[in-house]
């Protein structure tokens, strides 16, 4: 434990709902963490309904002379109010965020906190995330539908993102001034069962038009808890329509909205003639997930244009 008194080189925020099981093994995965004295954890409850506050309670109990760690309970629902709580209530110039069901190799911590460190120039990084499945891998489940699965890896190498790609939350790690732009926004991101995303992509993009860089790290490693209820078909198709509503909804001005339909457009003709050539359960599946995707981006931009009209 540090001396009383001295602020943590990085705060650890885990957001859970109704995953007490699986929180208390990621609890349990801190312990061994090199250089955990350097860290405070706080573990934001989203209105969990299960014993999850209980079981938080007994760890902290038993483990409060080997880590610096705390309990707040969030009655707004939603994966942005938490890690905002979480943000907020954090003591530390850097923030990290894992999540309830990710498992953290044992220099986690190192790798984050000398990272920053020695590169001021970065302002948030993240890593490899690879999966645990319940039941095993279904043989659908192909390279497309990894980032969907918060399944990660760039390599071996350190390197900015590439693209329009950035770190996933079940991993990643930003200095605290980053959410003087901003914290998570509220009408984005999970809420209870809704698989709703966005606010990461969101605040990604406030970060690169800053003009900050946003490393990958391989050495930033995680490994993530897949369960058997999101190894299917109909999941994976929900997911899709999901981050289709998820996409209009940070399209706010009509500028976006005209960008958005006409990349839409374009997606619609690109699986028209993917759809010929796919032979593979894997490649049909990928084409009904984006047309489930082009589905919940309209339907959205449909009820925003009639909430528009009705005034």
């Not at 434990?1 to 705060?11: D, F, L, T």
């Not at 208390?24 to 299960?50: C, F, G, M, W, Y």
Request: proline share 5%; aromatic share 8%.
């Amino acid at each position: 434990m540090r001396e009383h008194g001295v602020a943590p080189k990085i705060s650890i925020i885990v957001c859970t709902y109704n995953r007490a099981a699986l929180l208390i093994k990621t609890l349990h995965s801190l312990v061994p963490l090199e250089n955990l004295e350097q860290a405070e954890i706080i573990v934001v409850d989203n209105r969990s309904k299960d014993d999850t506050a209980s079981l938080v309670r007994t760890f902290i109990e038993d483990y409060r002379t080997e880590m610096d760690i705390r309990y707040i309970f969030e009655p707004m629902q939603g994966l942005s109010a938490a890690r905002n709580t979480g943000i907020l209530a954090s003591k530390s110039s850097l923030i990290a965020f894992l999540d309830d069901d990710a498992i953290p190799c044992r220099t986690w911590i190192t790798t984050i906190v000398s990272t920053f460190e020695e590169r001021p120039e970065v302002m948030a990084m993240g890593g490899k995330i690879a999966p645990i499945f319940e039941t095993g891998r279904p043989e659908w489940l192909i390279k497309p539908f990894e980032l969907p699965y918060t399944i990660v890896d760039l390599g071996n190498r350190i390197k900015e993102y590439p693209g329009r790609q950035h770190p996933c939350g079940a991993n990643m790690a930003m200095r605290k001034p980053v959410f003087d732009i901003s914290l998570f926004p509220l009408d984005l991101g999970r809420k209870g069962e809704s698989l709703l995303s966005g606010e990461e992509t969101w605040l990604f993009g406030q970060i690169q038009r800053q003009g900050h860089a946003i490393l990958y790290h391989p050495d930033m490693a995680v490994d993530h808890f897949v369960p058997k209820s999101r190894l299917t078909e109909d999941w994976i198709l929900k997911r899709y329509y999901s981050q289709g509503i998820s996409n209009a909804m940070k399209s706010e001005s009509f500028k976006d909205r005209v960008v958005l339909l006409g990349a839409t457009a374009a997606k619609v003709l690109y699986i028209m003639a993917d759809s010929v050539l796919s032979r593979s359960r894997g490649k049909r599946l990928l084409n009904k997930c984006r047309l489930e995707s082009i589905r919940g981006t309209l339907h959205m931009i449909w009820n925003r244009k009639r909430e528009s009209a009705a005034g």
